[in-house]
């Protein structure tokens, strides 16, 4: 019975000293990749089944971002193109921070073509290096769909390229809708002169 107490006191003091040689090293820890967790390089060809981490770096299919928009998925052609005059704007009316971010958004990515007051006349329409800029202050653009518009920004049409990868869904219908709400100022604009006109014409 001594033997034992002896033996079980010489282990007891034996695992306390081993214990108290580093305070940094925290000795035997149980489920380590609980506590340090292994490096991932995101740019680095990663073979993780193999090496037992299971992760998968893409959205499960049929799953969109908590907060994002829903897919847009008509097609990239002619087809595609007429049924996106359906398609409405599924944001709610931007207030004015909403507004300012979207003018910043279009000033950066189509005023260059376009111009900031989207009369054709940015800094490549005017250079002449880039021919068939769409004036959007002309009434074709005043009248078209929103979702045509839409269609247009992310697959490009004609001399446009697509802005998908620069904008995302939510960004292309806030262009969208700040290009509108600037079209309606112009659609006010002319109504008012039309009725100027008619005022002036009934006069005489």
């Known amino acids: ?16 000293i081993s214990s108290c040689n580093s305070k940094r090293d925290p000795g035997r820890v149980y489920m380590p990749d609980m506590a ?7 740019y680095a060809p990663n073979n993780l089944k193999q090496e ?5 770096n893409y959205p499960v299919e049929g799953t969109i971002r908590r907060g994002d928009l829903f897919p847009y998925t008509l097609p990239n052609d002619s087809n595609g193109y007429n049924m996106a005059a359906a398609i409405k704007d599924p944001l709610p009316p931007l207030d004015s921070v ?3 971010e979207a003018q910043r958004l279009f000033n950066i990515n189509c005023a260059i073509c376009h111009g900031p ?3 054709a006349q940015g800094p490549l329409a005017t250079s002449g290096k880039v021919g068939g800029i769409a004036n959007l202050k002309l009434t074709a653009y005043l009248n078209k769909p929103e979702g045509q518009m839409f269609h247009v920004v992310t697959y490009g049409k004609n001399n ?4 998908a990868s620069q904008l995302d869904r939510r960004q292309r219908w806030m262009v969208i809708q700040y290009i509108k709400s600037e ?22």
């Open 1 to 16: 019975m001594r033997a034992i107490k002896f033996i079980s006191f010489c282990f007891l003091a034996a695992v306390v």
């Open 36 to 42: 340090y967790s292994r490096a991932f390089e995101a």
């Open 52 to 56: 037992g981490i299971n992760y998968v």
């Open 98 to 100: 909403q507004m300012n």
């Open 117 to 119: 007051n989207m009369d």
């Open 160 to 163: 446009m390229g697509s802005y």
């Open 183 to 204: 079209q309606a100022k112009e659609l006010a604009k002319k109504s008012q002169e039309s009725a100027g006109s008619k005022d002036t014409t009934a006069k005489k």
